[in-house]
């Protein structure tokens, strides 16, 4: 850094608030940069910042090599002029529609930029995770679509990554069911990424949100997507994994959400499927096994708001009866007849216990006396 650059951007230094500061970083530096992170964890956001404007190092000389690369041209953004121009907005901490979820991260993000309708301090309070595979199956797909569109349906706003597969079924499934959905995304709120989902992300900044930490004009890179996954977790109050590999990204969103302390759940799949290993691991490390909407909102939902009943088989032929009187009747038979003894055998109960349940079934219209003994007369 020359001389004249150097007093030029001492003079910027002393310019800068605290967000512009925020804005300045998340354009010098990655999210994922631990030794960034170390370095605000010292200075603080407001003076490292001016540190790497002005004189390039820290006052104990550390140098901010990796926050000069791009210094001059990010100098050069007006931040302001660009959300305008996008319509888009910028939030820190501290702002009203910040989430104050986000800062139960170890590593918040610097400042977030948001495009869409959607006013993400009011959707986190009810809103789930749904990730997974890119490369997803028919099953997984029917699988999201089902969970998604229901949860939605039930009120709560779907977050996840607009990424192929199980994250654009769960988008889908929300907007379908007119529902909120937030797309957390790994370059800018203006960079599509897929580009075989620019409608559907085009179509969720229409009507829910797109949130991203990277300026707009970022592009999209895989550690900047395992970054993101962070803020998928946060905004959630549990995540749902449907299809993962052993190696899959979403387990890292499963991760951190069970860092956070909030609800990590999975979908089965068949055993013999690759695309739901990663699914199997998450369930035998803890999480939560779930199978539809309901048994999700049980999970996440408000106290006593989102119970659900437990599951069970279709009623069979005398589920009704009482125990005793459904140990005669699964002996009777609807063309043999059957003496009272050898019901007393065949049930191992007593003359009496049995003349009592015979009784009991004749009356419910389910047995008859014969002249040779006792049958089965129509279902229970």
Not at 263 to 275: E, I, K, Y
Request: hydrophobic share 40%; glycine share 12%; aromatic share 4%.
């Amino acid at each position: 850094m020359s001389p004249t650059t150097s007093g030029r951007n001492a003079g910027l230094a002393r310019e800068l608030d605290e967000r512009g500061a925020r804005l300045l970083l998340s354009r010098i530096a990655e999210p994922y940069d631990e030794k960034v992170q170390g370095l605000v964890a010292e200075h603080g956001i407001f003076d490292l910042v001016g540190y790497a404007v002005s004189d390039g190092r820290t006052p104990d000389g550390v140098p901010l090599t990796r926050m000069q690369a791009r210094l001059e041209s990010s100098l050069r953004q007006d931040d302001g002029a660009i959300a305008r121009t996008l319509g888009c907005r910028i939030l820190v901490p501290g702002d009203e529609e910040w989430p104050d979820v986000l800062d139960e991260l170890e590593q918040p993000p610097w400042c977030l930029w948001v495009r869409g309708p959607l006013r993400l301090h009011q959707v986190v309070d009810r809103s789930v995770a749904v990730v997974g595979a890119r490369a997803s199956s028919s099953y997984g797909d029917e699988a999201t679509a089902r969970l998604a569109f229901t949860l939605a349906e039930k009120g709560y706003t779907i977050i996840s990554g607009a990424a192929l597969g199980i994250d654009a079924v769960a988008h889908r499934a929300a907007l379908h069911a007119g529902g909120r959905t937030v797309a957390a995304l790994a370059g800018g709120v203006d960079v599509p990424y897929p580009r075989a989902n620019s409608d559907l992300i085009a179509k969720i900044a229409s009507d829910g949100a797109l949130v991203s930490e990277s300026p707009p004009g970022g592009a999209p890179a895989r550690m900047r997507f395992l970054a993101r996954n962070r803020v998928i977790a946060a905004l959630s109050l549990g995540t749902v994994v449907v299809e993962a590999g052993l190696r899959s990204g979403a387990r890292t969103t499963v991760r951190y959400a069970r860092d956070l302390g909030r609800h990590a759940m999975a979908v089965p799949g068949p055993v013999t499927s690759a695309l739901s290993a990663g699914c199997h691991e998450e369930i035998r490390h803890g999480a939560t096994l779930v199978t539809d909407a309901a048994e999700v909102a049980e999970m996440i939902g408000r106290m006593g708001e989102d119970l659900t009943s437990p599951k069970r088989g279709a009623d069979r032929d005398g589920d009704e009866l009482e125990p005793e009187i459904r140990r005669v009747w699964q002996w009777l038979r609807p063309r043999t007849s059957l003496s009272v003894d050898e019901l007393m055998v065949r049930s191992g109960l007593g003359l009496a216990e049995v003349l009592s349940a015979l009784g009991d079934l004749e009356q419910r219209g389910l047995a008859e006396q014969l002249l040779d003994g006792w049958k089965r007369r129509g279902g229970a």
